[in-house]
């Protein structure tokens, strides 16, 4: 039972690098997007607002396909990236972190927000006094004191990463090796006759890696609560 | 030499004041809340932009409305000290000390650190995290580090009204040691007289925004013009005296002030000291005649300038004893006694009831 078969490795191992790569890439623009909504008062951030939360609302196989269309070898990104780079978006792990990516994104800037909007501008203003220009206070005050909420936010947009798989299926399809993570892996073996046992482990695999990110994410929200000296 | 005129406008409130703190000295700003003194604050700090802001800090400009210039606070090297501490939570209180020396890249020989954390007694408490920290360790650690952050210049708002009594008697007795040991200027925001009588040398009285009063202590709270604007105050004389001579056989000591010559318990003051006192109006009797045979050390003789009766049955009495002094009696003592504006009188006053707030 322990003993994980070459098809499991392949996809567990693909579905946490296309986990990570999500949760890495997504970090920076999610920080940024939190704070420009949380802080800034300008004309089209309800605009701003909505596409960011639009993933969260459209069918993922509709994200699926405007990725095609925008990150396809003719696509508007997609054509200059392979002309220019060589670089192939499209039915590769890139193109399945990019899919679950957008589909995170909301989650991710949503927890990173809410931690943002509730760090005490007070504080802020204290760091200004002593001598910090803005991006100093930001760096040494806002960010330490979010770090609770950027955790919290990584490890939904994991989570999410984890069982994307409208989106990925689409702009990605649904190759061994390449994008064929957890999710797709269970509705490959579906499709086979006989294919349940082998979809009963994939189901355990996908609930334990779940469960462990979940206690990973407690444990380390705890050490945090403390070094922030509130209840532990 | 901190000094500013500055104007700020929300809706139909508007502050407008100047002053100014030279070094050595402490300003208070007294008022109640909303009478605009944590917004001169925010001002000074560069929290907040003044409508019309002029204000320098020795050489330095901070602000100039004329010239568009508005430092930010980060460029006005003056530590502010809040009411609520705002200690950094994910620091320990060492850290938090020295947050401004690192932002301003002070070298750690360039700032008093161990001066501080022993003139505040925070030695214990470094290792320690704010979340720990009683209310008093919170404002001693947040003067601190508004103390090491390389301040030209403290403002102080509020920082003992969010403690109960017991932790205010604790912070207070380090804010004066601060005071006695720092040459550093303070602007010392409160409503609490009994912090302004112990700290500072100068006040401005705000009320709804617009300075009522502005001078040093005594002669503003001795303004009768001024009394309606500070509660808290009781019917008395704040006076600056020196010290002239030291009896320590007796434990006594005589003061000057103006004209006024007094005894008074002065255990641990120097020759040619300042002290403040409060002489309060009923702790103040009065005689037509020299008395004989009494305890009082006190014999003050001089002029009955003015009475009136209050509602009460009380009578206020101005005396001039070489300084206005004033002084409450019932009123069918001031009948018994006939006493009239004009008429010569000898006041009385215990050495014991003379209140030192300021050695």
Known sequence: MLQLTPLEQEALGLSLQVAFWCVA??????????????????????LLDGIVHLPLVLPP?????????????????????????GITIAFTWRGA????????????????????????????????????????????????????????????????????????????????GETRTLPLALYSVLQRPGGDAEATRLAIISIVVAILALAASELLARRLRRRLGSAP | MLSWDVEKRFGDFALTTTGDVAAGGVHAVFGPSGSGKSTLLNLLAGLLKGDRQAIRLGERWLADSTRRLHLPPEARTLGLVFQDGRLFPHLSVARNLTYGAR???????????????????????????????????????????????????????????????PRRIEVLPFL????????????????????????????????????????????????????????????????????????RVNGLVRVRAGGLALALMGGGLALGSTVRLRLAARDIAVATEPPCHTSVVNILPGVLTALERDAEGRVHLDL??????RAIITASSAARLALVPGQPIHAMIKAVAVDRVRA
Do not use: C, K
């Not at chain 1, 890439?25 to 309800?46: C, D, E, K, Q």
């Not at chain 1, 927890?111 to 220009?133: H, K, P, Q, Y």
């Not at chain 2, 010392?188 to 502005?214: F, K, N, Q, S, W």
């Open chain 2, 320 to 325: 001039d004893l070489g300084l206005p002094v």
């Open chain 1, 97 to 176: 972190v990019i899919a679950s990516a957008v589909v995170a994104f909301p989650l991710l800037v949503r927890a990173i927000r809410l931690s943002l909007e509730a760090v005490d501008s007070g504080l802020e203003s204290a760091a200004r006094t002593l001598g910090a220009r803005p991006w100093r206070v930001f760096l040494t005050v806002t960010l330490p004191l979010m770090a609770p909420g950027i955790l919290a936010g990584a490890i939904l947009a994991f989570a999410r990463s984890l069982g994307e798989f409208g989106a990925t299926i689409t702009f990605v399809s649904n190759i061994p």
């Open chain 1, 61 to 85: 196989v509709v994200i699926g396909y405007l990725l095609l269309v925008v990150f396809g070898r003719q696509g508007l990104i997609g054509a200059p990236l392979y002309d220019w780079f």
């Open chain 2, 103 to 165: 932002m301003r890249r002070l070298a750690p020989a360039d700032t008093p650190f161990g001066e501080v954390v022993d003139l505040l007694g925070l030695g214990d408490l470094l290792r320690r995290r704010p979340g720990g920290l009683s209310g008093g360790e919170r404002q001693r650690v947040a003067i601190g580090r508004a103390l090491l952050s390389g301040a030209d210049a403290l403002l102080l708002d509020e920082p003992l009204a969010s403690l109960d009594q």
């Open chain 1, 25 to 46: 890439v997504s970090l920076v623009p999610g920080i940024l997007v939190a704070w420009v909504l949380a802080r800034l008062r300008f004309p089209g951030r309800t």
């Open chain 2, 176 to 247: 004066d040691r601060l005071r006695a040991a720092n040459d550093t200027p303070m602007v010392y925001v409160t409503h609490a007289i009994d912090e302004v009588l112990r700290l500072a040398d100068t006040i401005t009285v705000l009320d709804r925004g617009r300075a009522v009063a502005a001078g040093d202590v005594a002669s503003v709270l001795n303004d009768p013009a001024t009394r309606p604007f500070v509660p808290g105050l009781a019917e008395e004389t704040v006076v600056e005296a020196q010290v002239r001579e030291i009896d």
